[in-house]
C-alpha cells in the first residue's frame, strides 16, 4: 500500500492550503477538496476489523509499514467532511515512523490548521478517534 496521496500532499502543504484559507467556509472548501481527493476504500476493506470506532460517520483504517518502517494508512468514510478531515491527519501521520507519529503534536496541528473550533463536538471526537486508531496501529 502506498500513501493515498503519493507524495504529493504533505503536513506542510496542508498547512500553506490553510494558512492562506480566509474563514472557516473557506478552510471547509479545502477539506472538502482534499475529501475528493483520498480514493474510496475497497469494500473489502470496508469491514468491521478496519472501522473505527467514536466515529459518528462510517470510517475505516487500514496501515502497514514499508520496508523503511514507515507508515501507510488509507483511511475512507461515508461522510464527506469526515473524510476530508482523514486527509488533513494523513498528510500529517502517513509516511513517519512510528516515533515520528508518537511524537508529532496533533493539537497544535489542528490549532495551526483552525479546525477544532468550527466541528460539532461529535466531529471533533471523530476526528480524535482517527488519530488514535492510528497511532495505536502505529505502537503496534
Known amino acids: 500500500m502506498t500513501h493515498p496521496f503519493g507524495t504529493e500532499i504533505t503536513d506542510a502543504e496542508v ?18 477538496k482534499l475529501a475528493k481527493q483520498l480514493p474510496p476504500l475497497a469494500e473489502e476493506h470496508r469491514v468491521d476489523a478496519n472501522a473505527i470506532h467514536g466515529c459518528e460517520s462510517q470510517a475505516w483504517l487500514l496501515a502497514e509499514q514499508d520496508a523503511q ?23 500529517a501521520l502517513s509516511n513517519k515512523t512510528s516515533a515520528e507519529i508518537a511524537t508529532f503534536d496533533m493539537d497544535a496541528y489542528f490549532e495551526e490548521l483552525q479546525l477544532l473550533n468550527h466541528l460539532s463536538p461529535s466531529r471533533g471526537n471523530g476526528l480524535r478517534a482517527v488519530v488514535s ?8
Open 15 to 32: 498547512r500553506a492550503l490553510f494558512a492562506a484559507a480566509q474563514g472557516w467556509e473557506a478552510r471547509y472548501k479545502q477539506l472538502i
Open 69 to 91: 518502517e514507515r507508515w501507510q494508512f488509507h483511511c475512507d468514510s461515508d461522510a464527506r467532511i469526515v473524510k476530508g478531515l482523514m486527509a488533513v491527519v494523513l498528510a
Open 133 to 140: 486508531a492510528i497511532k495505536a496501529k502505529a505502537e503496534s
